[in-house]
């Protein structure tokens, strides 16, 4: 029997977007999902970013403790979930390197967020000779071009704004790029970065079946458009 996946989208709890939970859990049982995986940046960690912060934003501890209660609820919908490392899951592990601490002294993924011990964080996870990781070049079809490079189909993250999927056949074989998309809320002042964009996030998951044959991008409904930040 063939193997279907459901990719959860960038969440950034906790500033996911509301309601992006039992879409991503509804799609997985329309599809009859049989493995799920996290495709990255399951929190935001927004107060340790090296960017500048907005002064209204949670403290470090605050905002942790809005995020661990945010992804119990993930954990209780998906008691088993791979998790790729995003740049914004990392960033505890970054700012202990430009601190001097070893990683040694640290938390792991799972000890970090109280997850369960069948969550299980890496860099990237090759399935069915797809693979799964955050990072793919930017801009739309970003994930077929890191699929063009390794020569191998790649569901990819990071890039709020554009999803899709797209295939590329040679003589000897086809592949796809997905780019799923995420589930933040634009509407949050974490994200006023973006608040002066032309594009805004694809609120989406993603779909691999027919034991990494197929993909299928599938969008969020909104109900309306996305919004301009407020702020």
Known sequence: MSRTIGIIGDTHEPYCKKGYLEFCVETFKTF???EVIHIGDEVDN???SY???QTAMPNVETEMEQAMVAMKKWYNAFPDV???VGNHSALPFRQATTAGIPARMLKSYRDMWEAPKTWNWQL???IDNVLYTHIIPSGIGGALKHAMKVRQSTVGGHCHAFGGVNYSASYRDSIFGMNVGCGVDNDHMAFAYGKNFATKPMLSCGIVADDGKTALYVPMDLGSKITVNAI
């Open 124 to 126: 990237d996870f090759d």
């Open 51 to 53: 960017h500048e912060k």
């Open 32 to 34: 009859g999902v049989d």
């Open 46 to 48: 927004a107060a340790l």
């Open 82 to 84: 791979k998790v790729c």
